[in-house]
């Protein structure tokens, strides 16, 4: 039911409101107009009438006095909103109809939007999710983060090597976000810190504003709206006209170009490369700027700083705000007079971390001095924390420690509750990263699964299934996402079925379209579509993935009449720019798809499709076409996964190991309707302990010791026959994730999948069962969960009480 404080409008008068931007906001009469100005009108419009339920909504959060969600992160990873936004106003068919009248396409107004790309991946994209959720369950929350002059950087690919260019979405007016010019705050860098009558003061050396620009986050029917805040950068005094009268040009803009480095650009890794002052700088920026902004609300509303917390929840996606304690200890004890302790255990009540990975080499750390230089005052109230910490709780676990400031024991010490991303990841952050503190203080680590949000990642993205699941169940479900389960009594029914791979189908057909019309490829779409699309990663395994391909194509070249199931293989992904193993994965993905895909012994039977660029858009439309989803990691190294839930729900069954979130997809999915391959996270750790695993893993498959061999040999750079050896002898020597010796298991459940896959009913009932079982992921029930366990926090939306 849509909700009454939506005023339901016709096409006729929506169209109007189009027209209306179209002149007086846009300039434009009707005969110029471009699809940027159509765009833009139609953006306007529909955020026309965001503003209302926004005002509403920061009223009741006004008139509640209750608790307020901060969610701090480094990165939003949004892609586009028209969509979004007409589905969640319940206006699609209006602005369809709206723009067929005036002429216009409302799918290719859609495709001319850029893609918000301002994070990396699963980190960013789950953020994004979040403030989805946290605005459909009507919970008062603002996210807060940097409003990148440049998002992710955009990849293409030369003789098929990544290449990178900037990114600038801002290069066209970004029509959802409101400016903020009262908004700002400074931010100071470096200097030193003195003691004046026995208090410290800082004498910071440079100082920059920080700068809020305000984009209204609206839930599911428009019942509720929160704000993302996005700081930019910009200097204190716009311009040195000294040195301008002086007739020095360049350094009269001088100030201008520093300040604003730091909100310029993306930092493009998904993990860790520490000692990158600009980084650090982000990261202190961004933190401080909320944590200011936060307490201004505070204080403008009467509150008492000894009821901070019981009105304030700060939520720390990952370390990268973990400088947020500090920073909040800094401002009660030096801003407001609080004491030591007072401060620590306030600071402490409000914080919460969430970590997303295990991975040694991504936990944050910064080299003391740089540290120390950048934020001397914070270094100082570092050491005051660690103090407390060793002293109150007994713990031996030092947050600086051989030279260095730890980002993660930081956040677990200042935080309240400490958080995994799946059942395993949270088990393994309690084993292993954080061991010894988990024993020292019980119970704050705790454990909230993943979701992704089902109004973009099945309502949005897929429309066939979406009008097949309404018919069948009704349409209560995308806010109730557990009411799949309805779906499971129609996979025993041959015409539910029917219609469920109908669905695929078109999707399918859909992705073959967009394909041949963006880079000209052809794909069968009767043929298989098996999907890996993430970051490349070492521990993802691409490589395994490509290792496979290349064994069923040197079969298939042998036994060209066997009964072989056609497939396309897809792949998908960005590699950080300075990650050398990573680029060579990529270049060794399209050499190889160059030479398989002109074989015509192989051509019907086996493609292989690397789309350049991939971002959120892409994923939307690969995610609802694709058959099979890859979701491969060494086991103990994926901290979820939120693509795999993404796969499931648009019925593509997974074929995976037993890693993050795969082991609760599996267990709610079934054993049955899950293709598991590989060793354990415990078997690995066994495994890596064995001398030679390697080289013996390859010795006993003697398809795999072909392939690596053919590789090896130049058979797919004929050009530049050694290119891979360097890539191939890195395996044999170090195998750190196991490609080798999960190979066989994975070739095996491959073939597992092409039988399932020929018998069409058996495949489909599978993925309908996917689909109808995988209600559990979504983010709503995530972000209950936070708001239960960490926050405390409660919806304000009359109908729900969560
Ligand atoms: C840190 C310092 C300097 C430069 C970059 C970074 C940096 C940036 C991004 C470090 C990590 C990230 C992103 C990490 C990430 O996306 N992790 C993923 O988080 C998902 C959501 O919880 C999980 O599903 C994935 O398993 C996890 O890999």
Known sequence: MPDMSIPPVTPQDFGAEILRHLKHSLGKDESHAALYDWRMSLSLALRDRVVDPWFESTRKTYEARGKRVYYLSMEFLIGRLIEDVAINLGMEEVAQAALAELGQDYAKIVADEPDAALGNGGLGRLAACFMDSLSTLGIPAYGYGIRYEHGLFEQHFENGAQMETAETWLAQRHAWEFERPEVSYPIHFGGHVDEAEGSPVWHPEETVMASAYD??????????????????????????????????????????????????????????????????????????????????????EGGDLAELADHVAIQLNDTHPAIAGPELVRLLMDEHGLDVARAISTARRCLAYTNHTLLPEALERWPEELFQSILPRHHRIIQLIEAAHLADSGSAVRIIEHGEVKMGELAFVMAHKVNGVSAL??????????????????????????????????????????????????????????????????????????????????????????????????????????????????????????????????????????????????????????????????????????????????????????????????????????????????????????????????????????????????????????????????????????????????????????????????????SDKGRYSGLIQGLLDHDYFLVTCDFDSYFEAQRRVDTVFADQAAWTRMAALNTARVGWFSSDRTITGYARDIWTASSLIASRSS
């Open 215 to 300: 984009t209204p986050v609206i839930g599911w029917q428009g019942r509720w709206a929160n704000t993302l805040r996005l700081w930019s950068a910009k200097p204190i005094t716009a311009f040195d006209l000294a040195s301008f009268n002086r007739g020095d040009y360049m350094a009269a803009s001088a100030p201008e170009a520093l300040a604003r480095t730091i909100s310029r650009v993306l930092y493009p890794d998904d993990t860790t490369k520490t000692g990158k002052e600009l980084r650090l700088k982000q990261e202190y920026f961004f933190t401080s700027a909320s944590i200011q902004d936060l307490l201004r609300r505070f204080l403008s």
């Open 425 to 718: 990841h949270s088990d393994l952050v309690k084993e292993t990263v954080f061991a010894d503190l988990n024993r020292d203080y019980p119970g704050r680590i705790i454990n909230q699964t993943n979701g992704i949000t089902p109004r973009r990642w099945l309502y949005s993205c897929n429309p066939p299934l979406r009008a097949l699941i309404n018919e069948t169940i009704g349409t209560a479900w995308p806010d109730d996402l557990q009411q799949l389960e309805g779906l499971s009594a129609h996979a025993g029914d041959a015409a539910f079925l029917d219609r469920f791979q109908a669905a695929k189908d078109a999707n399918k057909a859909r992705l073959a379209d967009w394909l041949k019309a963006r880079d000209g490829v052809v794909l069968d779409p009767a043929a298989m579509f098996d999907v890996q699309i993430k970051r490349i990663h070492e521990y993802k395994r691409q490589l395994m993935n490509l290792l496979e391909t290349i064994a069923l194509w040197n079969e298939i070249r042998e036994n060209p009449n066997g009964d072989w199931t056609p497939r396309v293989k897809i792949f998908g992904g960005k590699a950080a720019p300075g990650y050398v193993v990573a680029k060579e994965i990529i270049h060794l993905i399209n050499d190889t798809a160059k030479l398989i895909n002109a074989d015509p012994a192989t051509r019907d039977l086996l493609q292989i499709v690397y789309p350049e660029n991939y971002n959120v858009s892409m994923a939307e439309i690969l995610i609802p076409a694709a058959d099979l989803s890859e979701q491969i990691s060494t086991a103990g190294k994926e901290a979820s996964g939120t693509g795999n839930m993404k796969f499931a729900l648009n019925g593509a069954p997974t074929i995976g190991t037993l890693d993050g979130a795969n082991v609760e997809i599996r267990e709610c999915v079934g054993a049955e309707n899950f293709f598991l391959f590989g060793l354990t996270a415990a078997e690995v750790t066994a495994r890596r302990a064995e001398p030679n695993y390697a080289r013996r893993a390859v010795e006993a498959s003697p398809r795999l010791a072909r392939v690596l061999k053919q590789i090896e040999s130049g058979v797919f750079s004929p």
